[in-house]
């Protein structure tokens, strides 16, 4: 397969001998030029790989490349206005997503075997749903984000992406200390709650049920939506961007130009009570998910969006389902289950408090699906 412009940003000399590695443009490497998907950063060379990717190449995986993201990982599109927009091999013509979108686009155009991203909205479960691959947010601060551009910190993640679960699981066993996926039986054995099946498009919403039927302890669950939390998210962006952006406005693109300038304008008096909302989001969801092993949900309400895609205009949809757990800090799972409308692939979220149970049934459901039975 020819390799589709926009994808990678830079690429090592020389590649190594492992499994091959899409490493997304947030993450310093050492001697390979690294972006942050930024025109202030394009000739900015690391001294020291990330943690993250350091853990990789020495478990056996090889850096293949440097992937294309939305400008400083701040969008749900990667349509990046200084190194060009990420095709979606899986689906031409429309978005791969973002912010990670060059490394799930680097698994559906069959350049790499896994891939690093990072997650502060959704930004490893979107792409993975958009490219019809596997996502998975592990549990805040469970995957080191030690040589990584931040965009919100307490709500920034890093994890990996891959074709399968079980590439989300060899990942995660490097990426972490001790990481054992417990032994899960069958889905049978699962409380599982579904929720905000109904937020989604009909064909998205058929293939979601269908697969919660899979389990035979699902049932449907008033799971709350966050509210009011916008500016704790905000808050912390600007904080990140306050010197650099006002020192180097001119050098942002119009669309993440608009939202720093909007994070700037966020008052103390609204961050503060925008924290305490999420305080007691985190309470509300603690009551709501008691009883139950794993949550069910849409990843996406929709597939893949067509390009030319605004992502101000997209940006609320394509977080609604995912924001949620940076809110909480709990891992989530995006993993195809199906095609939806116009015969582009839907995902489906499992969530749950334990990253561990959560891959585990992820592996089961996928296998199910394959085969359409528990």
Same mark, same amino acid.
């Given at each position: 397969?020819?390799?589709?412009?926009?994808?990678?940003?830079?690429?090592?000399?020389?590649?190594?001998?492992?499994?091959?590695?899409?490493?997304?443009?947030?993450?310093?490497?050492?001697?390979?030029?690294?972006?942050?998907?930024?025109?202030?950063?394009?000739?900015?060379?690391?001294?020291?790989?990330?943690?993250?990717?350091?853990?990789?190449?020495?478990?056996?995986?090889?850096?293949?490349?440097?992937?294309?993201?939305?400008?400083?990982?701040?969008?749900?599109?990667?349509?990046?206005?200084?190194?060009?927009?990420?095709?979606?091999?899986?689906?031409?013509?429309?978005?791969?997503?973002?912010?990670?979108?060059?490394?799930?686009?680097?698994?559906?155009?069959?350049?790499?075997?896994?891939?690093?991203?990072?997650?502060?909205?959704?930004?490893?479960?979107?792409?993975?749903?958009?490219?019809?691959?596997?996502?998975?947010?592990?549990?805040?601060?469970?995957?080191?984000?030690?040589?990584?551009?931040?965009?919100?910190?307490?709500?920034?993640?890093?994890?990996?992406?891959?074709?399968?679960?079980?590439?989300?699981?060899?990942?995660?066993?490097?990426?972490?200390?001790?990481?054992?996926?417990?032994?899960?039986?069958?889905?049978?054995?699962?409380?599982?709650?579904?929720?905000?099946?109904?937020?989604?498009?009909?064909?998205?919403?058929?293939?979601?049920?269908?697969?919660?039927?899979?389990?035979?302890?699902?049932?449907?669950?008033?799971?709350?939506?966050?509210?009011?939390?916008?500016?704790?998210?905000?808050?912390?962006?600007?904080?990140?961007?306050?010197?650099?952006?006002?020192?180097?406005? =001119? /050098?942002?693109?119009?669309?993440?130009?608009?939202? !720093?300038?909007?994070? &700037?304008?966020?008052? #103390?008096? *609204? $961050?503060?009570?925008?924290?305490?909302?999420?305080?007691?989001?985190?309470?509300?969801?603690?009551?709501?998910?008691?009883?139950? =092993? /794993?949550?069910?949900?849409?990843?996406?309400?929709? !597939?893949?969006?067509? &390009?030319?895609?605004? #992502?101000? *205009? $997209?940006?609320?949809?394509?977080?609604?389902?995912?924001?949620?757990?940076?809110?909480?800090?709990?891992?989530?799972?995006?993993?195809?289950?199906?095609?939806?409308?116009?015969?582009?692939?839907?995902?489906?979220? &499992?969530?749950?408090? #334990?990253?561990? $149970?959560?891959?585990?049934?992820?592996?089961?459901?996928?296998?199910?699906?394959?085969?359409?039975?528990?």
């Amino acid at each position: 397969m020819g390799e589709p412009d926009g994808i990678f940003l830079a690429r090592p000399e020389r590649l190594g001998k492992g499994v091959r590695l899409a490493v997304k443009d947030l993450f310093d490497t050492a001697g390979l030029t690294t972006t942050y998907g930024s025109a202030i950063f394009a000739d900015h060379v690391p001294d020291r790989s990330a943690e993250a990717v350091l853990r990789l190449e020495c478990s056996g995986y090889a850096n293949v490349g440097k992937t294309n993201l939305h400008e400083f990982a701040y969008g749900v599109t990667s349509t990046n206005p200084h190194f060009g927009t990420v095709p979606n091999p899986a689906a031409p013509g429309r978005i791969a997503g973002g912010s990670s979108g060059g490394s799930a686009a680097a698994l559906a155009g069959g350049l790499a075997d896994a891939a690093l991203g990072t997650d502060s909205g959704g930004s490893i479960r979107i792409p993975a749903a958009c490219c019809g691959v596997v996502g998975f947010k592990p549990s805040y601060g469970l995957v080191s984000l030690e040589g990584c551009f931040p965009l919100a910190p307490s709500f920034d993640h890093a994890g990996p992406l891959a074709q399968t679960v079980s590439g989300c699981v060899a990942m995660m066993s490097h990426l972490t200390d001790n990481f054992q996926p417990p032994t899960i039986g069958s889905l049978d054995e699962l409380e599982v709650g579904v929720a905000w099946v109904d937020q989604a498009e009909p064909l998205v919403r058929m293939q979601v049920a269908g697969a919660a039927s899979l389990f035979a302890r699902a049932r449907e669950v008033d799971f709350p939506l966050p509210r009011g939390t916008g500016p704790a998210f905000m808050g912390e962006v600007a904080a990140v961007h306050r010197e650099l952006f006002a020192e180097n406005a =001119d /050098l942002y693109g119009d669309n993440v130009r608009t939202k !720093v300038e909007l994070c &700037l304008e966020v008052t #103390d008096v *609204e $961050l503060q009570r925008s924290i305490r909302a999420r305080e007691e989001y985190g309470e509300r969801c603690e009551e709501a998910f008691d009883g139950l =092993d /794993l949550l069910l949900t849409p990843t996406l309400v929709c !597939v893949a969006p067509a &390009l030319p895609a605004d #992502d101000l *205009e $997209l940006r609320e949809a394509m977080i609604r389902l995912t924001i949620p757990f940076n809110l909480l800090g709990w891992p989530a799972l995006a993993l195809p289950c199906g095609p939806a409308e116009d015969g582009l692939p839907a995902s489906i979220q &499992l969530a749950g408090r #334990d990253d561990s $149970l959560v891959l585990a049934a992820g592996a089961l459901l996928e296998a199910a699906l394959k085969r359409g039975t528990p």
